[in-house]
DNA sequence: CCCTTATTCGGTATGGTGTACGGAGTTGTT
DNA sequence: AACAACTCCGTACACCATACCGAATAAGGG
């Protein structure tokens, strides 16, 4: 976070919308690397170490490349995760043929987790403009808004729907295990490692403080082993109760 | 990020259990400060600019203290923000008197989007083993499977029905206007003020690129305006439907 | 063939970050 | 008065993003 960098819209949607495919072979020396290197060896190494890990200097010794070169493909450290996540998004395949509009949200809900399960650090990094300025992104809400058409609802009771079960998505992706740690969740830890270390030692410290005295409803449920893991099972659930919801209430209007 | 730092568990669960509470007078010099100050100032930071602007020097400076000395009191910043956030948690009051347990998870969620909307930065400190440090998250937690007991479900169904509801608050919370900015959402931007920019510079570019030609459904509701705010309304639409479904669930088995 | 010009590469410098270390100074106890 | 415990904090180190600018490179035009 150094000084202020006066961000230039023009350029990173350039680069977002492909509008800057230079078809131009360019005058200067061979690039040593190409855009797609760069997002691809971010991408790795978010996926792998985290955001915090992800530093321009990093991505370009992985590259065999000088930080300051990365520059000249890409115009800062915020450009490149939007281009990340962009890639990460990638084609969203349509639901299957003739489904409802609730299987097709479904459908869509479980791209979403598989987005935020193999790459947790999009979490981190989709803020809600970010969803315009992607267009593979855009094309995603383009699809969701699709399959609620035929509904003819309301502009706002569309978006009501549609942010909902983005939101439970995002939520529950980002509350649960699907990632300990690189979730890009600021909780100071490097590592899978660390958690695991951390955890093992504290164990010890949290059975004298969160006792079944004390918190009798939440122990129980914890003994349970009920919080080992919120997996696909819980996932489902919750998404089911919410478009359980939705449908009624759509059919009681 | 510095070296690794051996994080020592038993001291910062000390801290948030008011096991430290040191009933020894001591023996140095006068304390120039408290916990309670370092803390506070820190949430005020956060509060104002974001985790971004939450560094050790700028809460020592706005103490009047220099720098290392809050490290006389803090094991380091990442345990810092985990007091911050047992603190933002604060107490949880009950939900009324003879409340049902859908109105019990209603107001829960709602104190929820109050912590969410009033220290936007607390979405990217909470992870979920936090749940269990934090005194005040914990005493929390089991104020709500307390709401959930008497319907005697199972341990996996009452963290399926929590999860759920907690879930979807914090994707709403963090997907939604709640904070444009400050979130603590690696957007790239420091300020508000960039972010406004940003897009006043942006528009013009993203008029050209997503059209109703090519994102007709998305650009239907946009263009009726239903992405300005995801507010109070919007919030309680989907936590309404996801109860909904959850009570007919519940109901029907 | 050389020179111009566009372009890439990357070293250096600046100002930021967390925090390890150790010394200076202050206080209650002996 | 001496000691021990304690707070304060200056200095130092490793790391970060990135502004700036010169060096190296290659194509195009003469």
Redesign the interface.
């Known amino acids: 976070?150094a000084e202020?960098k006066r961000?230039?819209?023009?350029r990173v949607?350039a680069l977002l919308?492909g509008t800057a495919t230079t078809p131009t072979p360019a005058r200067g020396p061979r690039p040593k690397v190409t855009l797609d290197q760069i997002i691809r060896a971010g991408t790795d190494l978010a996926d792998a170490e985290g955001?915090?890990a992800l530093s321009m200097r990093r991505v370009a010794e992985r590259l065999g490349v000088g930080t300051m070169s990365l520059y000249t493909y890409v115009p800062?450290?915020?450009?490149l995760?939007h281009l990340m996540y962009d890639r990460a998004v990638g084609p969203t395949p349509p639901p299957p043929q003739g489904a409802t509009w609730r299987q097709a949200l479904r459908h869509y809900a479980r791209l979403g987790r598989d987005l935020y399960r193999d790459h947790p650090w999009t979490l981190?990094?989709?803020?809600?403009?970010?969803m315009?300025?992607s267009?593979n992104s855009?094309?995603r809400?383009?699809?969701v808004?699709?399959a609620?058409?035929p509904l003819g609802l309301?502009?706002?009771q569309?978006?009501?729907i549609a942010?909902?079960?983005?939101?439970?998505?995002?939520?529950?992706c980002?509350?649960?295990?699907v990632s300990?740690t690189s979730?890009?969740?600021?909780?100071?830890f490097?590592d899978t490692d660390?958690y695991e270390r951390?955890?093992t030692?504290?164990t010890p410290?949290?059975i004298e403080?969160?006792t079944r005295e004390?918190?009798?409803?939440?122990?129980?449920?914890w003994?349970?082993?009920?919080?080992e893991d919120?997996g696909d099972?819980?996932f489902d659930?919750?998404l089911?109760?919410?478009?359980?919801?939705?449908e009624?209430?759509l059919d009681g209007t």
Not at 124 to 130: F, H, K
């Open positions: 976070m202020r961000p230039d819209p023009g949607l919308w955001l915090d800062g450290r915020t450009e995760l981190s990094v989709a803020t809600p403009g970010l315009l300025m267009p855009t094309a809400a383009d699809a808004y699709a609620l058409a309301s502009a706002e569309q978006a009501a942010g909902s079960v983005d939101a439970y998505v995002r939520g529950a980002q509350g649960s295990g300990l979730a890009g969740l600021d909780g100071g490097t660390d951390w955890w030692e504290a410290h949290l403080l969160v004390r918190f009798p409803h939440l122990y129980a449920v003994e349970a082993g009920a919080f919120f099972a819980s659930y919750g089911d109760r919410l478009l359980d919801g939705i009624r209430h």
